[in-house]
């Protein structure tokens, strides 16, 4: 199951639940308040490599993120 970000529309708490794919939250309660019926936010990821454009983890210096040239 992924991890979604549900937004209460009452009181503003953001939340973090592990939630089935395709559910929206319609059923979850704000812990916050107990408004039922929560948002699920659009929400960045994670994931391991390179971080951002000045290179990094295993890139060469002047890779600049685009690992082609150096990998």
Known sequence: MPIY???CPSCGIL???LYKMGE???LL????C???GLTRQI???ASLGVSGGAGGGNCS???????????
């Open 5 to 7: 970000e549900f937004g």
């Open 15 to 17: 939340t973090t639940e």
């Open 24 to 26: 929206n939250g319609e």
């Open 29 to 32: 309660t704000c812990g916050n």
């Open 34 to 36: 107990g408004h039922a």
């Open 43 to 45: 929400s960045g990821f």
């Open 61 to 71: 210096p002047g890779c600049h993120g685009n690992c082609t040239g150096c990998h």
